[in-house]
Protein backbone atom coordinates (compact mmCIF):
# COMPACT_ATOMS: atom_id res chain seq x y z
CA UNK A 1 0.00 0.00 0.00
CA UNK A 2 1.06 3.20 -0.71
CA UNK A 3 2.86 5.72 1.83
CA UNK A 4 1.94 9.61 2.34
CA UNK A 5 4.75 10.67 0.69
CA UNK A 6 3.83 8.81 -2.60
CA UNK A 7 0.75 10.06 -2.79
CA UNK A 8 2.31 13.54 -3.32
CA UNK A 9 4.43 12.14 -5.83
CA UNK A 10 1.94 11.05 -8.18
CA UNK A 11 2.55 7.56 -7.98
CA UNK A 12 -1.11 6.36 -7.40
CA UNK A 13 -2.38 8.31 -10.25
CA UNK A 14 -6.11 8.60 -11.02
CA UNK A 15 -6.35 5.04 -12.50
CA UNK A 16 -5.07 3.14 -9.65
CA UNK A 17 -7.50 4.69 -7.35
CA UNK A 18 -10.14 3.61 -9.43
CA UNK A 19 -8.91 0.10 -9.48
CA UNK A 20 -8.94 -0.42 -5.78
CA UNK A 21 -11.71 -2.14 -4.12
CA UNK A 22 -14.01 0.74 -2.66
CA UNK A 23 -12.87 -0.61 1.15
CA UNK A 24 -9.65 0.57 0.46
CA UNK A 25 -10.36 4.49 0.15
CA UNK A 26 -10.84 4.95 3.45
CA UNK A 27 -7.08 4.17 4.10
CA UNK A 28 -6.05 6.43 0.91
CA UNK A 29 -8.28 9.06 2.61
CA UNK A 30 -6.38 9.06 5.94
CA UNK A 31 -3.06 9.10 3.84
CA UNK A 32 -4.07 11.89 2.16
CA UNK A 33 -5.20 13.60 4.97
CA UNK A 34 -1.73 13.52 6.68
CA UNK A 35 0.48 14.25 3.55
CA UNK A 36 -1.70 17.18 3.07
CA UNK A 37 -1.45 18.56 6.62
CA UNK A 38 1.98 18.09 6.81
CA UNK A 39 2.48 20.06 3.64
CA UNK A 40 0.20 23.09 4.45
CA UNK A 41 1.11 23.59 7.70
CA UNK A 42 4.69 24.54 5.51
CA UNK A 43 2.83 26.43 2.98
CA UNK A 44 0.07 27.73 4.17
CA UNK A 45 -3.79 27.61 2.09
CA UNK A 46 -7.35 26.85 2.62
CA UNK A 47 -6.88 24.04 5.39
CA UNK A 48 -10.15 23.07 7.22
CA UNK A 49 -12.60 23.31 4.16
CA UNK A 50 -10.35 20.54 2.61
CA UNK A 51 -9.83 18.55 5.47
CA UNK A 52 -13.47 17.94 5.38
CA UNK A 53 -13.85 17.15 1.61
CA UNK A 54 -11.23 14.12 1.16
CA UNK A 55 -13.29 11.32 1.50
CA UNK A 56 -15.84 12.92 -0.57
CA UNK A 57 -13.72 13.75 -3.40
CA UNK A 58 -12.11 10.63 -3.39
CA UNK A 59 -15.70 8.90 -3.84
CA UNK A 60 -16.32 11.09 -6.09
CA UNK A 61 -13.74 10.33 -8.50
CA UNK A 62 -14.24 6.82 -8.21
CA UNK A 63 -17.12 6.44 -9.37
CA UNK A 64 -17.61 9.32 -12.14
CA UNK A 65 -15.31 9.65 -14.78
CA UNK A 66 -13.55 13.36 -15.18
CA UNK A 67 -13.01 15.09 -16.98
CA UNK A 68 -16.18 13.60 -19.19
CA UNK A 69 -18.20 14.09 -16.26
CA UNK A 70 -17.88 17.55 -14.90
CA UNK A 71 -16.80 18.27 -11.14
CA UNK A 72 -17.61 21.96 -10.74
CA UNK A 73 -16.13 23.05 -6.80
CA UNK A 74 -18.08 25.72 -5.56
CA UNK A 75 -15.61 28.78 -4.45
CA UNK A 76 -12.97 26.20 -5.42
CA UNK A 77 -11.43 26.28 -2.08
CA UNK A 78 -12.17 22.72 -1.31
CA UNK A 79 -10.71 21.16 -3.89
CA UNK A 80 -7.02 20.40 -3.13
CA UNK A 81 -7.83 16.59 -2.92
CA UNK A 82 -9.08 16.82 -6.24
CA UNK A 83 -6.02 18.70 -7.46
CA UNK A 84 -3.45 15.96 -6.03
CA UNK A 85 -5.77 13.06 -7.11
CA UNK A 86 -5.46 14.35 -10.91
CA UNK A 87 -2.09 14.20 -11.03
CA UNK A 88 -0.85 17.48 -9.23
CA UNK A 89 0.11 16.16 -6.23
CA UNK A 90 4.18 16.77 -6.22
CA UNK A 91 3.47 20.36 -7.26
CA UNK A 92 1.28 20.71 -4.18
CA UNK A 93 3.56 22.44 -1.67
CA UNK A 94 3.63 25.11 -3.93
CA UNK A 95 0.00 26.46 -3.49
CA UNK A 96 -0.49 29.93 -3.62
CA UNK A 97 2.59 30.96 -4.45
CA UNK A 98 3.79 32.80 -7.43
CA UNK A 99 4.15 30.27 -10.07
CA UNK A 100 3.08 27.42 -8.50
CA UNK A 101 -0.20 25.94 -8.18
CA UNK A 102 -3.56 27.94 -7.82
CA UNK A 103 -5.51 27.73 -4.53
CA UNK A 104 -8.18 27.35 -6.84
CA UNK A 105 -9.57 25.06 -9.66
CA UNK A 106 -8.04 26.45 -12.88
CA UNK A 107 -8.75 24.85 -16.72
CA UNK A 108 -5.68 26.29 -17.32
CA UNK A 109 -3.79 24.12 -15.07
CA UNK A 110 -5.87 20.99 -15.72
CA UNK A 111 -8.31 19.46 -18.11
CA UNK A 112 -10.20 18.34 -14.63
CA UNK A 113 -10.95 21.59 -13.89
CA UNK A 114 -13.87 23.25 -15.25
CA UNK A 115 -14.21 26.59 -14.12
CA UNK A 116 -11.74 29.65 -12.68
CA UNK A 117 -13.53 29.35 -9.19
CA UNK A 118 -12.99 32.00 -6.66
CA UNK A 119 -16.27 33.78 -5.71
CA UNK A 120 -18.85 32.05 -4.16
CA UNK A 121 -22.95 30.47 -4.92
CA UNK A 122 -22.05 30.34 -8.61
CA UNK A 123 -21.57 26.66 -9.44
CA UNK A 124 -25.07 25.24 -9.76
CA UNK A 125 -25.94 28.07 -12.63
CA UNK A 126 -22.93 27.19 -14.65
CA UNK A 127 -23.30 23.32 -14.00
CA UNK A 128 -27.23 24.23 -14.95
CA UNK A 129 -26.11 25.73 -18.42
CA UNK A 130 -23.95 22.97 -18.87
CA UNK A 131 -26.70 20.28 -18.37
CA UNK A 132 -28.75 22.62 -20.49
CA UNK A 133 -26.30 22.85 -23.60
CA UNK A 134 -25.65 19.40 -23.51
CA UNK A 135 -28.81 18.48 -23.71
CA UNK A 136 -29.12 20.27 -26.91
CA UNK A 137 -26.63 18.23 -27.98
CA UNK A 138 -27.71 15.02 -27.32
CA UNK A 139 -24.75 14.24 -25.20
CA UNK A 140 -26.85 12.87 -22.00
CA UNK A 141 -23.58 10.05 -20.84
CA UNK A 142 -21.71 13.60 -19.50
CA UNK A 143 -22.87 14.20 -15.92
CA UNK A 144 -22.18 17.42 -14.57
CA UNK A 145 -21.76 17.75 -10.55
CA UNK A 146 -21.89 21.35 -8.69
CA UNK A 147 -20.10 20.36 -5.15
CA UNK A 148 -21.56 23.18 -2.74
CA UNK A 149 -20.68 24.06 0.83
CA UNK A 150 -23.74 25.42 2.86
CA UNK A 151 -22.96 28.73 2.88
CA UNK A 152 -21.94 28.72 -0.79
CA UNK A 153 -25.86 27.39 -1.12
CA UNK A 154 -27.07 30.41 0.91
CA UNK A 155 -25.89 32.80 -1.53
CA UNK A 156 -28.61 34.69 -3.62
CA UNK A 157 -27.51 33.00 -7.41
CA UNK A 158 -27.60 30.04 -6.03
CA UNK A 159 -31.42 30.17 -4.83
CA UNK A 160 -32.04 31.35 -8.23
CA UNK A 161 -30.14 28.77 -9.91
CA UNK A 162 -32.20 26.07 -7.53
CA UNK A 163 -35.50 27.64 -8.73
CA UNK A 164 -34.67 27.41 -12.38
CA UNK A 165 -33.01 24.11 -12.07
CA UNK A 166 -36.18 22.70 -10.73
CA UNK A 167 -38.42 24.03 -12.88
CA UNK A 168 -36.41 23.04 -16.49
CA UNK A 169 -36.23 19.62 -13.96
CA UNK A 170 -32.25 20.01 -15.71
CA UNK A 171 -30.29 16.69 -14.59
CA UNK A 172 -27.63 18.25 -12.49
CA UNK A 173 -26.60 16.47 -9.83
CA UNK A 174 -26.02 19.02 -6.67
CA UNK A 175 -23.30 17.48 -3.65
CA UNK A 176 -23.81 19.85 -0.57
CA UNK A 177 -21.00 19.90 1.03
CA UNK A 178 -22.74 20.46 4.62
CA UNK A 179 -20.50 20.83 7.45
CA UNK A 180 -22.81 23.66 9.15
CA UNK A 181 -19.64 26.48 8.79
CA UNK A 182 -19.12 29.12 6.73
CA UNK A 183 -15.63 30.82 6.98
CA UNK A 184 -17.44 31.96 10.24
CA UNK A 185 -20.57 29.94 11.83
CA UNK A 186 -23.24 29.35 9.45
CA UNK A 187 -26.00 31.75 9.45
CA UNK A 188 -29.47 32.56 7.92
CA UNK A 189 -32.81 30.37 7.80
CA UNK A 190 -31.51 27.46 5.26
CA UNK A 191 -28.55 26.87 7.79
CA UNK A 192 -31.34 26.16 10.40
CA UNK A 193 -33.52 24.12 7.53
CA UNK A 194 -30.62 22.27 7.00
CA UNK A 195 -30.26 20.60 10.56
CA UNK A 196 -34.30 19.22 10.64
CA UNK A 197 -35.12 18.27 6.90
CA UNK A 198 -37.98 16.12 6.71
CA UNK A 199 -38.88 13.94 3.65
CA UNK A 200 -40.62 17.36 2.17
CA UNK A 201 -38.45 20.06 2.29
CA UNK A 202 -36.95 22.91 0.62
CA UNK A 203 -35.51 20.70 -2.16
CA UNK A 204 -38.56 19.07 -2.69
CA UNK A 205 -40.15 21.82 -2.97
CA UNK A 206 -38.10 23.17 -5.68
CA UNK A 207 -38.66 19.97 -7.75
CA UNK A 208 -35.14 17.97 -6.49
CA UNK A 209 -35.16 14.42 -5.95
CA UNK A 210 -33.44 14.96 -2.43
CA UNK A 211 -31.16 12.18 -0.44
CA UNK A 212 -29.84 12.66 2.73
CA UNK A 213 -28.30 13.72 4.90
CA UNK A 214 -25.16 11.09 4.33
CA UNK A 215 -22.03 10.86 6.61
CA UNK A 216 -19.58 12.42 4.24
CA UNK A 217 -16.74 10.60 5.49
CA UNK A 218 -18.01 7.29 4.47
CA UNK A 219 -16.20 6.32 1.28
CA UNK A 220 -17.73 2.89 1.09
CA UNK A 221 -21.57 4.31 1.80
CA UNK A 222 -21.16 7.50 -0.65
CA UNK A 223 -19.06 4.98 -3.64
CA UNK A 224 -23.25 3.35 -3.30
CA UNK A 225 -24.46 6.74 -3.22
CA UNK A 226 -22.89 8.41 -6.32
CA UNK A 227 -23.53 5.09 -8.74
CA UNK A 228 -27.09 5.23 -7.76
CA UNK A 229 -27.13 8.82 -8.65
CA UNK A 230 -25.43 8.02 -12.14
CA UNK A 231 -28.83 6.74 -13.21
CA UNK A 232 -30.98 9.79 -11.64
CA UNK A 233 -32.20 12.09 -14.66
CA UNK A 234 -33.55 15.08 -12.86
CA UNK A 235 -32.67 17.42 -10.61
CA UNK A 236 -30.91 15.63 -7.94
CA UNK A 237 -29.42 17.21 -4.34
CA UNK A 238 -26.88 14.92 -1.97
CA UNK A 239 -26.64 16.45 1.67
CA UNK A 240 -23.83 14.93 3.24
CA UNK A 241 -22.56 16.28 6.44
CA UNK A 242 -18.39 16.28 7.11
CA UNK A 243 -16.83 18.43 9.57
CA UNK A 244 -14.68 21.42 8.81
CA UNK A 245 -11.13 20.54 9.78
CA UNK A 246 -11.84 16.59 9.96
CA UNK A 247 -8.93 14.68 11.30
CA UNK A 248 -6.77 17.66 12.71
CA UNK A 249 -7.43 18.25 16.62
CA UNK A 250 -6.57 22.03 16.50
CA UNK A 251 -9.12 22.47 13.32
CA UNK A 252 -11.67 20.66 14.82
CA UNK A 253 -11.92 22.90 17.65
CA UNK A 254 -11.19 26.07 15.67
CA UNK A 255 -12.13 25.64 11.90
CA UNK A 256 -12.20 29.33 11.79
CA UNK A 257 -8.91 29.72 12.69
CA UNK A 258 -8.09 27.05 10.22
CA UNK A 259 -9.84 28.44 7.80
CA UNK A 260 -6.90 29.67 5.84
CA UNK A 261 -3.81 29.49 7.53
CA UNK A 262 -0.55 30.94 6.95
CA UNK A 263 2.56 28.66 6.37
CA UNK A 264 5.77 27.96 8.95
CA UNK A 265 7.46 28.68 5.23
CA UNK A 266 5.78 32.38 4.61
CA UNK A 267 6.72 35.58 6.49
CA UNK A 268 4.38 36.76 9.25
CA UNK A 269 3.28 40.43 9.53
CA UNK A 270 5.35 42.72 11.97
CA UNK A 271 3.21 45.54 11.79
CA UNK A 272 -0.70 46.12 12.10
CA UNK A 273 -2.92 45.82 8.65
CA UNK A 274 -5.43 48.49 7.57
CA UNK A 275 -7.65 45.70 8.78
CA UNK A 276 -7.12 45.94 12.30
CA UNK A 277 -6.95 49.64 12.24
CA UNK A 278 -10.53 49.70 11.04
CA UNK A 279 -11.46 46.99 12.92
CA UNK A 280 -10.65 48.95 15.92
CA UNK A 281 -11.67 52.26 14.55
CA UNK A 282 -15.31 50.59 13.58
CA UNK A 283 -15.72 49.74 17.64
CA UNK A 284 -14.85 53.57 18.78
CA UNK A 285 -17.29 55.22 15.94
CA UNK A 286 -20.11 52.54 17.55
CA UNK A 287 -18.95 53.94 20.94
CA UNK A 288 -18.95 57.21 19.89
CA UNK A 289 -22.58 57.47 17.93
CA UNK A 290 -25.53 54.72 18.97
CA UNK A 291 -27.06 55.01 15.74
CA UNK A 292 -23.83 53.19 13.99
CA UNK A 293 -24.74 49.93 12.80
CA UNK A 294 -22.14 47.31 10.75
CA UNK A 295 -22.85 45.06 8.42
CA UNK A 296 -20.31 41.47 6.89
CA UNK A 297 -21.10 39.73 4.34
CA UNK A 298 -19.81 36.39 5.81
CA UNK A 299 -16.51 37.80 6.09
CA UNK A 300 -16.87 38.59 9.99
CA UNK A 301 -13.11 38.17 10.60
CA UNK A 302 -11.32 39.00 7.26
CA UNK A 303 -12.93 42.39 7.18
CA UNK A 304 -12.85 43.23 11.21
CA UNK A 305 -16.07 43.47 12.31
CA UNK A 306 -16.09 41.08 14.26
CA UNK A 307 -14.31 42.46 17.03
CA UNK A 308 -17.67 45.02 16.93
CA UNK A 309 -19.71 41.66 16.96
CA UNK A 310 -18.63 40.81 20.23
CA UNK A 311 -18.81 43.42 21.86
CA UNK A 312 -22.49 45.04 20.55
CA UNK A 313 -23.65 41.93 18.99
CA UNK A 314 -27.24 43.57 18.60
CA UNK A 315 -25.14 46.12 16.05
CA UNK A 316 -24.02 43.78 13.63
CA UNK A 317 -25.73 41.86 10.81
CA UNK A 318 -23.80 38.74 9.46
CA UNK A 319 -26.42 38.61 6.49
CA UNK A 320 -24.33 35.52 5.05
CA UNK A 321 -22.63 35.32 1.55
CA UNK A 322 -25.08 37.90 0.30
CA UNK A 323 -23.52 41.05 -0.80
CA UNK A 324 -25.57 42.05 -2.91
CA UNK A 325 -28.60 41.44 -0.01
CA UNK A 326 -25.78 43.18 2.34
CA UNK A 327 -25.94 46.70 0.24
CA UNK A 328 -29.76 46.66 -0.05
CA UNK A 329 -30.39 45.81 3.62
CA UNK A 330 -27.89 48.89 4.39
CA UNK A 331 -29.57 50.82 2.16
CA UNK A 332 -33.01 50.04 4.07
CA UNK A 333 -30.77 50.52 7.89
CA UNK A 334 -30.08 54.00 5.95
CA UNK A 335 -33.80 55.15 5.55
CA UNK A 336 -34.75 53.69 8.97
CA UNK A 337 -32.37 56.24 10.07
CA UNK A 338 -29.11 54.29 10.67
CA UNK A 339 -25.61 55.32 10.19
CA UNK A 340 -24.62 52.10 8.30
CA UNK A 341 -21.01 50.68 7.47
CA UNK A 342 -21.07 47.97 5.52
CA UNK A 343 -17.56 46.03 5.31
CA UNK A 344 -16.81 44.30 2.30
CA UNK A 345 -13.72 42.99 0.23
CA UNK A 346 -13.42 44.92 -3.18
CA UNK A 347 -13.72 42.24 -5.13
CA UNK A 348 -16.83 40.70 -3.93
CA UNK A 349 -18.31 44.36 -4.06
CA UNK A 350 -18.43 43.69 -7.66
CA UNK A 351 -21.39 41.41 -6.96
CA UNK A 352 -23.23 44.47 -5.43
CA UNK A 353 -22.56 47.38 -7.88
CA UNK A 354 -26.24 47.72 -9.08
CA UNK A 355 -27.36 48.12 -5.32
CA UNK A 356 -24.65 50.55 -4.67
CA UNK A 357 -26.41 52.51 -7.88
CA UNK A 358 -29.69 51.76 -8.00
CA UNK A 359 -30.40 51.42 -3.63
CA UNK A 360 -27.99 53.68 -2.39
CA UNK A 361 -26.61 56.90 -4.93
CA UNK A 362 -29.96 57.20 -6.53
CA UNK A 363 -31.74 56.97 -3.31
CA UNK A 364 -29.13 59.96 -2.15
CA UNK A 365 -28.71 58.24 1.25
CA UNK A 366 -25.93 58.46 3.63
CA UNK A 367 -23.58 55.24 4.07
CA UNK A 368 -20.55 53.65 4.76
CA UNK A 369 -18.78 51.03 2.43
CA UNK A 370 -15.41 50.23 3.03
CA UNK A 371 -13.65 48.18 0.78
CA UNK A 372 -10.78 45.61 2.15
CA UNK A 373 -8.47 43.71 0.14
CA UNK A 374 -8.64 46.69 -2.30
CA UNK A 375 -5.47 46.35 -4.93
CA UNK A 376 -3.45 43.07 -5.32
CA UNK A 377 -4.10 40.76 -3.02
CA UNK A 378 -1.58 37.63 -2.05
CA UNK A 379 -2.93 34.74 -2.14
CA UNK A 380 -6.60 33.98 -3.43
CA UNK A 381 -5.08 35.10 -7.18
CA UNK A 382 -7.05 36.21 -10.53
CA UNK A 383 -10.21 35.75 -8.85
CA UNK A 384 -10.02 37.70 -5.45
CA UNK A 385 -7.87 40.56 -6.99
CA UNK A 386 -9.44 43.90 -5.68
CA UNK A 387 -8.44 46.20 -8.91
CA UNK A 388 -11.95 46.75 -10.56
CA UNK A 389 -13.63 49.20 -7.84
CA UNK A 390 -12.34 52.29 -8.78
CA UNK A 391 -13.28 51.75 -12.36
CA UNK A 392 -16.96 50.37 -11.64
CA UNK A 393 -17.37 53.58 -9.07
CA UNK A 394 -15.87 56.54 -9.92
CA UNK A 395 -17.99 57.57 -12.80
CA UNK A 396 -21.42 57.55 -9.84
CA UNK A 397 -23.23 60.48 -8.82
CA UNK A 398 -23.56 61.05 -4.98
CA UNK A 399 -20.34 59.46 -3.88
CA UNK A 400 -17.25 60.18 -2.03
CA UNK A 401 -14.51 57.87 -2.64
CA UNK A 402 -11.30 57.82 -0.27
CA UNK A 403 -7.82 55.86 0.01
CA UNK A 404 -5.93 56.19 3.26
CA UNK A 405 -2.09 55.42 3.12
CA UNK A 406 -1.92 55.13 7.10
CA UNK A 407 -3.30 53.71 10.03
CA UNK A 408 -4.24 57.15 11.04
CA UNK A 409 -5.98 58.23 7.98
CA UNK A 410 -7.91 55.80 7.64
CA UNK A 411 -9.51 56.24 10.96
CA UNK A 412 -9.53 59.98 10.42
CA UNK A 413 -11.81 58.94 7.07
CA UNK A 414 -13.75 55.93 9.03
CA UNK A 415 -14.57 59.14 11.49
CA UNK A 416 -15.13 61.79 8.69
CA UNK A 417 -17.35 59.78 6.54
CA UNK A 418 -19.42 59.01 9.64
CA UNK A 419 -20.70 63.02 9.25
CA UNK A 420 -21.07 63.08 5.49
CA UNK A 421 -24.39 63.25 3.90
CA UNK A 422 -24.09 60.75 0.73
CA UNK A 423 -22.22 57.48 0.27
CA UNK A 424 -18.90 57.31 1.26
CA UNK A 425 -16.44 54.12 0.08
CA UNK A 426 -13.12 53.78 1.52
CA UNK A 427 -10.50 51.58 0.05
CA UNK A 428 -7.57 49.87 1.34
CA UNK A 429 -5.32 47.16 0.91
CA UNK A 430 -4.84 43.69 2.59
CA UNK A 431 -1.30 44.96 3.52
CA UNK A 432 0.68 46.08 6.50
CA UNK A 433 0.46 49.87 7.62
CA UNK A 434 3.55 52.16 7.06
CA UNK A 435 2.42 54.53 10.08
CA UNK A 436 5.96 53.70 12.00
CA UNK A 437 8.16 54.57 8.57
CA UNK A 438 5.93 57.75 8.28
CA UNK A 439 7.30 61.42 9.02
CA UNK A 440 4.32 63.26 7.72
CA UNK A 441 1.85 64.88 10.20
CA UNK A 442 -1.38 64.08 9.40
CA UNK A 443 -3.76 67.09 8.16
CA UNK A 444 -7.40 67.31 8.18
CA UNK A 445 -9.07 66.60 5.54
CA UNK A 446 -9.70 69.19 2.48
CA UNK A 447 -12.88 67.89 -0.14
CA UNK A 448 -11.25 66.89 -3.13
CA UNK A 449 -7.75 67.81 -2.36
CA UNK A 450 -4.04 65.67 -1.58
CA UNK A 451 -1.69 66.19 0.72
CA UNK A 452 1.92 66.20 0.02
CA UNK A 453 4.54 63.98 1.35
CA UNK A 454 7.63 65.15 -0.50
CA UNK A 455 8.31 68.64 -1.97
CA UNK A 456 11.60 69.82 -2.69
CA UNK A 457 12.59 72.99 -4.60
CA UNK A 458 12.22 72.98 -8.79
CA UNK A 459 11.11 69.36 -9.40
CA UNK A 460 9.72 68.61 -12.79
CA UNK A 461 8.29 65.74 -11.71
CA UNK A 462 5.40 65.01 -9.65
CA UNK A 463 4.17 61.76 -8.45
CA UNK A 464 0.57 61.49 -7.39
CA UNK A 465 -0.11 58.66 -5.20
CA UNK A 466 -3.60 56.78 -3.95
CA UNK A 467 -3.89 54.67 -1.18
CA UNK A 468 -1.35 51.92 -0.22
CA UNK A 469 0.94 53.24 -3.03
CA UNK A 470 2.29 55.90 -1.68
CA UNK A 471 4.89 54.26 0.74
CA UNK A 472 6.16 52.44 -2.39
CA UNK A 473 6.50 55.81 -4.29
CA UNK A 474 8.14 56.74 -0.82
CA UNK A 475 11.12 53.98 -1.76
CA UNK A 476 11.08 55.19 -5.42
CA UNK A 477 12.04 58.67 -4.44
CA UNK A 478 14.95 57.34 -2.38
CA UNK A 479 15.83 55.70 -5.84
CA UNK A 480 15.33 59.04 -7.72
CA UNK A 481 16.85 61.29 -5.37
CA UNK A 482 20.40 59.12 -5.91
CA UNK A 483 20.21 59.62 -10.06
CA UNK A 484 19.58 63.12 -9.11
CA UNK A 485 16.07 62.84 -10.35
CA UNK A 486 13.75 66.04 -8.65
CA UNK A 487 10.29 64.52 -7.90
CA UNK A 488 7.31 65.27 -5.62
CA UNK A 489 5.24 63.66 -4.56
CA UNK A 490 1.66 64.33 -3.65
CA UNK A 491 -0.90 61.93 -1.96
CA UNK A 492 -4.68 62.15 -3.34
CA UNK A 493 -6.35 60.79 -0.50
CA UNK A 494 -9.54 61.53 -3.00
CA UNK A 495 -10.49 59.25 -5.65
CA UNK A 496 -13.73 61.28 -6.11
CA UNK A 497 -14.72 64.32 -5.99
CA UNK A 498 -11.69 66.02 -7.71
CA UNK A 499 -10.85 69.68 -6.33
CA UNK A 500 -10.40 71.23 -10.18
CA UNK A 501 -9.21 73.76 -9.17
CA UNK A 502 -6.77 72.33 -6.89
CA UNK A 503 -5.49 69.75 -9.59
CA UNK A 504 -5.37 71.83 -13.29
CA UNK A 505 -3.29 74.46 -10.99
CA UNK A 506 -1.40 71.96 -9.15
CA UNK A 507 -0.63 69.82 -12.07
CA UNK A 508 -0.04 72.71 -14.60
CA UNK A 509 3.17 73.49 -12.62
CA UNK A 510 5.16 70.21 -13.66
CA UNK A 511 6.57 68.44 -16.85
CA UNK A 512 5.29 65.32 -16.00
CA UNK A 513 2.55 63.97 -13.91
CA UNK A 514 2.87 60.50 -12.76
CA UNK A 515 0.00 58.98 -11.20
CA UNK A 516 -0.38 55.49 -9.58
CA UNK A 517 -3.07 53.44 -7.96
CA UNK A 518 -3.05 49.73 -7.24
CA UNK A 519 -5.83 49.56 -9.48
CA UNK A 520 -6.58 49.01 -13.05
CA UNK A 521 -5.16 52.02 -15.24
CA UNK A 522 -7.98 51.26 -17.76
CA UNK A 523 -10.88 53.25 -16.95
CA UNK A 524 -9.17 54.68 -13.47
CA UNK A 525 -8.08 57.48 -11.86
CA UNK A 526 -5.29 58.37 -13.60
CA UNK A 527 -6.52 58.81 -16.62
CA UNK A 528 -9.53 60.69 -14.87
CA UNK A 529 -7.16 62.49 -13.61
CA UNK A 530 -5.55 63.46 -16.31
CA UNK A 531 -8.78 64.33 -18.32
CA UNK A 532 -8.99 67.42 -15.71
CA UNK A 533 -5.99 69.28 -17.70
CA UNK A 534 -7.56 68.08 -21.27
CA UNK A 535 -8.77 71.73 -21.70
CA UNK A 536 -5.52 73.48 -20.46
CA UNK A 537 -3.49 75.30 -22.55
CA UNK A 538 0.28 74.10 -20.69
CA UNK A 539 -0.37 69.99 -20.26
CA UNK A 540 2.21 68.38 -18.76
CA UNK A 541 3.02 64.63 -19.95
CA UNK A 542 0.91 62.27 -17.97
CA UNK A 543 2.10 58.51 -17.29
CA UNK A 544 -0.52 56.60 -15.75
CA UNK A 545 1.08 53.32 -13.27
CA UNK A 546 -1.12 50.80 -12.09
CA UNK A 547 -2.78 47.26 -12.60
CA UNK A 548 -2.00 46.86 -16.72
CA UNK A 549 -2.76 42.82 -16.84
CA UNK A 550 -6.21 42.61 -15.17
CA UNK A 551 -5.76 39.20 -14.62
CA UNK A 552 -3.15 38.59 -11.69
CA UNK A 553 -1.46 35.88 -10.89
CA UNK A 554 -1.14 34.10 -7.15
CA UNK A 555 1.88 35.24 -4.78
CA UNK A 556 2.89 37.03 -2.09
CA UNK A 557 1.93 41.15 -2.05
CA UNK A 558 5.72 41.83 -2.97
CA UNK A 559 5.72 39.27 -5.64
CA UNK A 560 2.47 40.95 -6.96
CA UNK A 561 3.41 44.71 -6.61
CA UNK A 562 6.68 43.57 -8.56
CA UNK A 563 4.88 41.19 -11.13
CA UNK A 564 2.90 44.70 -11.72
CA UNK A 565 5.99 46.60 -11.67
CA UNK A 566 4.64 48.84 -8.88
CA UNK A 567 6.75 48.00 -6.50
CA UNK A 568 9.51 51.22 -5.01
CA UNK A 569 12.17 50.37 -7.44
CA UNK A 570 10.30 49.54 -10.73
CA UNK A 571 8.24 52.62 -10.18
CA UNK A 572 11.65 55.02 -9.92
CA UNK A 573 13.04 52.84 -13.00
CA UNK A 574 10.04 53.24 -14.88
CA UNK A 575 9.79 56.89 -13.59
CA UNK A 576 13.40 57.67 -14.58
CA UNK A 577 13.32 55.79 -18.10
CA UNK A 578 10.00 57.76 -19.28
CA UNK A 579 11.75 60.76 -17.91
CA UNK A 580 14.64 60.03 -19.84
CA UNK A 581 12.86 59.56 -23.09
CA UNK A 582 10.69 62.59 -22.77
CA UNK A 583 14.69 64.51 -22.45
CA UNK A 584 15.99 62.72 -25.54
CA UNK A 585 12.72 62.98 -27.62
CA UNK A 586 12.56 67.14 -26.79
CA UNK A 587 16.68 67.67 -27.47
CA UNK A 588 16.10 65.87 -30.77
CA UNK A 589 12.91 67.96 -31.80
CA UNK A 590 15.42 70.67 -31.15
CA UNK A 591 17.89 69.78 -33.49
C1 LIG B 1 -19.07 36.04 -3.37
C2 LIG B 1 -18.17 35.57 -2.28
N1 LIG B 1 -18.33 36.08 -1.04
C3 LIG B 1 -17.53 35.66 -0.05
C4 LIG B 1 -16.57 34.73 -0.27
C5 LIG B 1 -15.61 34.33 0.82
N2 LIG B 1 -15.76 32.95 1.21
C6 LIG B 1 -14.98 31.99 0.71
S1 LIG B 1 -15.28 30.48 1.32
C7 LIG B 1 -16.53 31.10 2.24
C8 LIG B 1 -17.32 30.18 3.13
C9 LIG B 1 -17.87 29.08 2.33
O1 LIG B 1 -18.58 28.23 3.15
P1 LIG B 1 -19.12 26.90 2.56
O2 LIG B 1 -19.63 27.12 1.19
O3 LIG B 1 -20.07 26.32 3.53
O4 LIG B 1 -17.80 26.02 2.42
P2 LIG B 1 -16.87 25.48 3.60
O5 LIG B 1 -15.71 26.42 3.71
O6 LIG B 1 -17.67 25.40 4.83
O7 LIG B 1 -16.41 24.14 3.11
C10 LIG B 1 -16.67 32.47 2.09
C11 LIG B 1 -17.64 33.33 2.79
C12 LIG B 1 -16.41 34.24 -1.59
N3 LIG B 1 -15.47 33.38 -1.93
N4 LIG B 1 -17.24 34.66 -2.56
C1 LIG C 1 -11.95 31.40 -0.56
C2 LIG C 1 -12.17 32.74 -0.03
O1 LIG C 1 -12.76 33.56 -0.68
C3 LIG C 1 -11.66 33.14 1.28
O2 LIG C 1 -11.38 32.04 2.07
C4 LIG C 1 -10.45 34.00 1.08
O3 LIG C 1 -9.38 33.21 0.61
C5 LIG C 1 -10.09 34.69 2.35
O4 LIG C 1 -9.08 35.61 2.11
P1 LIG C 1 -8.31 36.30 3.31
O5 LIG C 1 -7.37 35.27 3.85
O6 LIG C 1 -7.62 37.46 2.66
O7 LIG C 1 -9.33 36.70 4.29
MG1 LIG D 1 -19.73 25.02 5.07
Redesign the pocket.
Known amino acids: MMNNNEILEGKFPLAYIKSLPAQQLADVAQRMRSAMVESLLESGG?F??NL??IELTLALHYVFNSPRDKFLF??G??CYAHKIITGRGEAFASIRQFGGLSGFTRPQESEHDILSS????VSLSVAAGMVAGQALEMRKQERVLAI??????S?GIAFEALNHIGAMGLPVIVIL???Q????P?CGALHEHLAILEDRNFFTTLGFEYWGDYDGHDCALMVDLFTKAKAVQRPLLIHLK?Q?GKGYPAAEID?IAY?GITGKGQAKASAPSYTQIFSEALVGLAQKHEDVVAIT???PS?TGVDKLEKLMPQRCYDV??A?QHAVAFASGLALAGKRVVVAL?A??LQ?AVDQVIHDVVMQRLPMIITLDRAGVVAGDGE??QGVYDIALLQSLPNLIFLAPASGEELKLMLSWASEQSTLVVIRYAKAEIPDAQLKIPLEPLVLGVGVFWHRVEDAAILLVSLGSLAIEVERAIEYLGERNIAVDHCHARFIKPLNVEYWQSLLAKYSLVVTLEEAVVDGGWGVQLASLMSMAQERPRFLHLGVESSLLPHGSRDDLLRFCQLDGTSIAQRVASYYQYLDDKSSADVV
Open positions: HSSGTDVHQGHASIGDAGLGNDNMSIAGTKPHAAMGGIEYTFRSH
